[in-house]
C-alpha cells in the first residue's frame, strides 16, 4: 500500500511538472511571437505608409523574428507580387473595349514600366541576398537603387496617362491604382533597407 501510494505521488508530481513545463514553453511561444509582431511594428513606424505596412508584413512575423534582412527580403517580396498583380490589371484595360490608340499606346508603355518595376524589386531582393559577401555596403547600395528605380518606372507609368483631354477618367483611375500599390510597397520596402 505504502509503495502504492508512493508511486502516485510521483506520477502525480511528474505530471503537474510535464504540465508547468508545458505551460512555459506555451507562454515562451506566445510571448516571442508578440516580440516578433511588436518587431515588426517598430520597423513599420520608419516607413512612408506605417498602416500598409503592417497589414502587409505582420503575416510573416513568425519567419522575420527580429531578423531586420529578412524584414526587407519580405517587404521587396509583398512589393514584386504587388507589381505582379498590377501587371495583370494594366494587361487587362488594353484588352477593354473602346481603348483610344493614345491609352493603347500609353498602357503598352506602361506594361513595359511594369516589367521593369518588377525586375528591378527581384534584383534588389537579390542584392540583400548578398549581404554577407565581402562587399555589403555595395549591395546595400544596389537594393537601395533597384527599388528606388521600381519606384521611379510606375512613376513613369502614370506619366504617360497625365494628358486628361486623351484618357478616360476610368482607365486613368485604374492605372493611378495599380501605380499606387507599387510606389507604397515599394516605398516601405526602401525606408526599411534605408534604416537596416
Not at 505504502?2 to 511528474?14: F, G, P, R
Not at 516571442?32 to 510573416?60: D, E, W
Not at 494594366?90 to 525586375?119: F, H, P, T
Not at 477618367?169 to 501605380?179: C, F, L, Y
Request: aromatic share 6%; proline share 1%.
Amino acid at each position: 500500500m505504502a509503495s502504492s501510494c508512493k508511486s502516485l505521488i510521483l506520477l502525480l508530481c511528474a505530471i503537474v511538472l510535464l504540465f508547468s513545463q508545458t505551460q512555459l514553453l506555451v507562454t515562451a511561444a506566445k510571448d516571442s511571437g508578440q516580440a516578433n509582431i511588436n518587431f515588426i511594428k517598430t520597423k513599420c513606424r520608419t516607413t512612408t505608409y506605417p498602416s500598409l505596412c503592417l497589414k502587409t508584413l505582420i503575416p510573416y512575423a513568425s519567419s522575420v523574428k527580429a531578423n531586420s534582412t529578412k524584414l526587407c527580403k519580405e517587404a521587396l517580396n509583398v512589393a514584386t507580387k504587388g507589381a505582379r498583380d498590377s501587371s495583370i490589371i494594366v494587361s487587362n484595360l488594353k484588352k477593354q473595349n473602346g481603348i483610344s490608340r493614345y491609352e493603347a499606346a500609353a498602357i503598352k508603355d506602361c506594361i513595359e514600366d511594369v516589367k521593369d518595376a518588377m525586375y528591378e524589386l527581384k534584383r534588389a531582393f537579390e542584392a540583400m541576398g548578398r549581404l554577407g559577401d565581402k562587399d555589403k555596403e555595395f549591395q546595400l547600395a544596389n537594393a537601395k537603387t533597384y527599388a528606388s528605380a521600381a519606384i521611379t518606372d510606375a512613376d513613369s507609368c502614370t506619366d504617360g496617362f497625365s494628358d486628361y483631354r486623351k484618357v478616360n477618367q476610368k482607365v486613368q483611375d485604374a492605372i493611378n491604382r495599380s501605380m499606387a500599390v507599387i510606389i507604397r510597397l515599394g516605398s516601405n520596402a526602401l525606408s526599411l533597407i534605408n534604416h537596416l
